[in-house]
């Protein structure tokens, strides 16, 4: 319900001001609608692996269909994870109250790394290594909900020079994977020259998303990832040569 009265007055100055009695309006319907929730576009990853520090903080990959969904955002990214280090994720970099550890977030162990919470709240790996972080954002009534997957860190050689060249993922087309953080994964020797439309094309892979989806190249030194992008430029290759890909620095060579 609500109470009305009227005020009136012979003066903008409220002179003569005159108030009526109160009376009740016992059923008003009124507008009032919350600001739209968006799925973020972007997340970011902080914890010992960057020191804490958002200047440092890890930025996940957009998939594909990251430009078209409205109902789920999947973001990637392959990281260094220390041994019972911690790590949380945000949508913006910075404390801001937005930040989500163990508790905010549903986390499946694809890869034996021992997922579970620490003391104070932050997502620790029991075993230290590389993993393929992968995070579903959806909307819940107004609240974002994570689901997280720590998978291996498996990453794909793709295109006309890989050892099994039918754009399948192979386990024979697989990169090595580093000891540190520093290190660098390096693919199997190219198995043919490549020319033209075919090219050096590599990829990680993840359930419910073609592998193109995922991919990446190197271009002058520098890792860039397709992300929510047109196809890249094609890269061409010879025989023998391998594809080495530093993730921790976005760098990487072919020779």
């Known amino acids: 319900e609500v ?3 009227l005020i009136a007055s012979l003066t903008a100055s409220n002179k003569g001001q005159i108030v009526s009695n109160s009376i009740i309006l016992p059923s008003v319907r009124l507008h009032f609608a919350l600001p739209a929730v968006n ?3 972007k997340l970011y990853l902080i914890g010992q692996c960057n020191g804490w520090d958002w200047g ?3 930025e996940f990959v957009d998939a594909y269909d990251n430009a078209t969904n409205t109902e789920k955002k999947t973001f ?3 990281a260094y994870l220390p041994a019972e ?3 949380k994720f945000n949508f913006n970099k910075a404390w801001d109250g937005n930040e989500v550890g163990f508790a905010g977030v549903t986390a499946k162990d694809n890869a034996g790394a021992g997922v579970k919470s620490s003391d104070d709240g932050n997502i620790v790996v029991t075993a230290g290594g590389w993993y393929l972080v992968v995070v579903d954002v959806t909307l819940e009534g107004r609240n974002f909900v994570y689901n997280v997957q720590f998978n291996k860190p498996n ?5 006309s020079n890989a050892p099994v060249n039918d754009w399948s993922i192979n386990a024979a087309n697989l990169f090595t994977v580093p000891s540190d953080a520093d290190g660098s994964f390096v693919s199997p020797a190219f198995a043919f020259d490549t020319d033209g439309d075919g090219g050096v094309r590599a990829c990680v892979s993840i359930d419910g998303h073609d592998w193109w989806k995922t991919e990446f190249m190197v271009f002058d030194g520098k890792l860039k990832y397709r992300a929510t992008g047109g196809d890249q430029e094609r890269v061409n290759g010879k025989k023998g040569q391998v594809l080495s ?3 921790t620095k976005g760098t990487g060579s072919i020779k």
């Not at 990453?155 to 295109?159: K, P």
């Open 3 to 5: 109470h009305v009265r």
């Open 39 to 41: 799925l973020p576009e």
């Open 56 to 58: 440092a903080a890890y």
């Open 76 to 78: 990637w990214r392959l």
């Open 85 to 87: 280090g911690g790590l």
């Open 155 to 159: 990453v794909y050689l793709m295109g």
């Open 245 to 247: 890909i530093n993730f």
